[in-house]
């Protein structure tokens, strides 16, 4: 089977992240807009072409104050990096529908090659006939390795923000007509 073309469905996708808080706790959080490219037979990812774009500014953790923080110059500089992006370069297949994702993430002005666990979910026909394909992605990534070291020391010792950021997709796409 060759690769089509699919479309991102955002009302049944999220793009979902975690950090610890205090060294004691996860915060959570979400990207209310992304958008992808994606061409692939979802039932054999090995040769697909996946572009991510995640719009920074689109960052919700339920607390307006903390958010705007995140979009401010100590963290994501939205203003002048508006996006998150990643393009894949290399799918391998673990067995299971089980993928090894490597691509380059761009954040913050810097690019780094990370790996993510892709699964894939299945496929289906949804009731007004649209083909639909589900994957879930894993993966964690050191925000210090993107420049966002903003931090603030504890009285008890450790910082405030973790390092290390736990990323979480739920990808639904509509094969494109």
Do not use: C
């Amino acid at each position: 089977m060759t690769n089509t073309k699919w479309a991102i469905d955002p009302v049944h996708s999220s793009v979902d992240f975690s950090i610890k808080h205090m060294m004691i706790a996860n915060v959570k959080g979400t990207f209310n807009k992304f958008d992808a490219v994606i061409e692939a037979n979802p039932a054999d990812l090995t040769s697909a072409n996946i572009e991510f774009t995640v719009d920074l500014a689109s960052i919700d953790t339920r607390n307006e104050d903390r958010d705007n923080h995140l979009r401010s110059g100590d963290f994501f500089d939205v203003e002048n990096h508006p996006s998150m992006t990643f393009k894949a370069t290399k799918i391998v297949n673990n067995g299971d529908n089980e993928y090894d994702l490597t691509g380059n993430l761009t954040l913050h002005g810097v690019t780094k090659s990370e790996t993510f666990t892709v699964t894939y979910e299945g496929s289906g026909k949804d009731p007004w006939g649209n083909e639909k394909a589900g994957f879930t992605v894993e993966g964690s990534v050191k925000r210090s390795d993107y420049g966002l070291t903003w931090n603030s020391a504890l009285e008890t010792g450790g910082v405030l923000v973790g390092d290390k950021v736990k990323i979480s997709l739920d990808v639904q796409a509509a094969k494109a007509l």
